[in-house]
């Protein structure tokens, strides 16, 4: 099983800032790695598919990067809307498709 | 636009049974693979199991011979039958659709099942 390590846990940020999120695999995952986006009561949503592109309907001050075991997600200038939960996601072998345990993006 | 909505989830004893479903609309449910991911209070996501357009289906380690995906495509829904339950199995169970070469693509609302005495 390929075990997914999200840092840092909790990314304390103001709004207009730049937020990196990292994630690394225990072992090579290609790029098939997706991100994820979560708020309080509601389900996920994908953002990043395939390490750097863009699902439907996402904004581009989102991006993703990295291939094989390191990863990074990129809000180039956060707006208010983006503070949440970010996972990460692998579909390179599966199964199980495993998930990140989790950034938490706050509100400094 | 694309809708799942979970229902079925509720209080059941350790060993005991439940069977959460999902109903899909907006898309044409027959050609995707489906799948099921939890999530414990207060944390993160786990993939539980999946089952394709052909029937075949894939679970965690954790739920093997506990757990049962299916699928009707003449109701457009998909089903989890959860048997010999455990506290651990406690969670928002989400259904997914998955887009092919890009992950979970649409999700549902979600359906806690708690299992405890």
């Known amino acids: 099983e390929i075990v997914l390590t999200q840092s840092p846990a909790t990314l304390s940020l103001s709004p207009g800032e730049r937020a990196t999120l990292s994630c690394r695999a225990s072992q090579s995952v290609s790029n098939y790695l997706a991100w994820y986006q979560q708020k309080p009561g509601q389900p996920p949503r994908l953002l990043i598919y395939d390490a750097s592109n863009r699902a439907t309907g996402i904004p581009a001050r989102f991006s993703g990067s990295g291939s094989g075991t390191d990863f990074t997600l990129t809000i180039s200038s956060l707006e208010p809307e983006d503070f949440a939960v970010y996972y990460c996601q692998q579909r390179s072998n599966w199964p199980p498709y495993t998930f990140g345990q989790g950034t938490k993006l706050e509100i400094k | 636009e694309v809708q799942l909505v979970e229902s079925g989830g509720g209080l059941v004893q350790p060993g005991g049974s439940l069977r959460v479903s999902c109903a899909a609309s907006g898309f044409t449910f027959s050609s995707h693979w489906m799948s099921w991911v939890r999530q414990a209070p207060g944390k993160g996501l786990e993939w539980v199991a999946n089952?394709?357009?052909?029937?075949?289906?894939f679970y965690l380690d954790s739920v093997k011979g506990r757990f049962t995906i299916s699928r009707d495509n003449a109701k457009n829904s998909v089903y989890l039958q959860m048997n010999g339950l455990r506290a651990e199995d406690t969670a928002v169970y989400y259904c997914s659709r998955e887009i092919g070469g890009q992950g979970f693509g649409h999700w549902g609302q979600g359906t806690l099942v708690t299992v405890s005495s």
């Open positions: 089952i394709n357009q052909n029937g075949d289906k």
